[in-house]
């Protein structure tokens, strides 16, 4: 019996360790501020958008802070089908973000101790399909 509490708690510790360790980007907080209805994708779909935007980062940005995300409207509906073809999909969608950089910069490519607006991501999908994380950044 003894011997079980001692295997559990060291099970705990160890479980305690690998999630303090791990690797990533912080979204527990984001604001997502309320948008202007798109006539082309519905609110959920928008925010199916918004949680494949939200798993990259978190994954990928190490050190960072996602603070913001907002659908910008249909303001590029005009790109979004060159967007789609130059990733072989059928549709395409922008969704924009706001963070924070750590004092590490990141992966080394971000300023330190900075702030990020207006940051692009560049999701595709084939009709009736997931998003999947295309391209980010500035431009």
Known sequence: MKRSKIALLLMCAMLFLLT???????IENVEIPDWKPSEIYTDAEIEAAFKTV????????????LTKLYYPGDTFADEFSEWATQYEADE??????????DSSGGDGSLNPNSTYENWKWIL????????KHADHGYG
């Open 124 to 131: 595709v999908r084939d009709t009736g399909g997931t998003w």
């Open 20 to 26: 303090a360790c791990a690797h990533g980007g912080n």
């Open 54 to 65: 939200k798993d990259y980062f978190s994954g990928e940005f190490d050190g960072c802070t």
């Open 92 to 101: 395409a969608i922008v969704i924009y973000s706001d963070f924070d950089v």
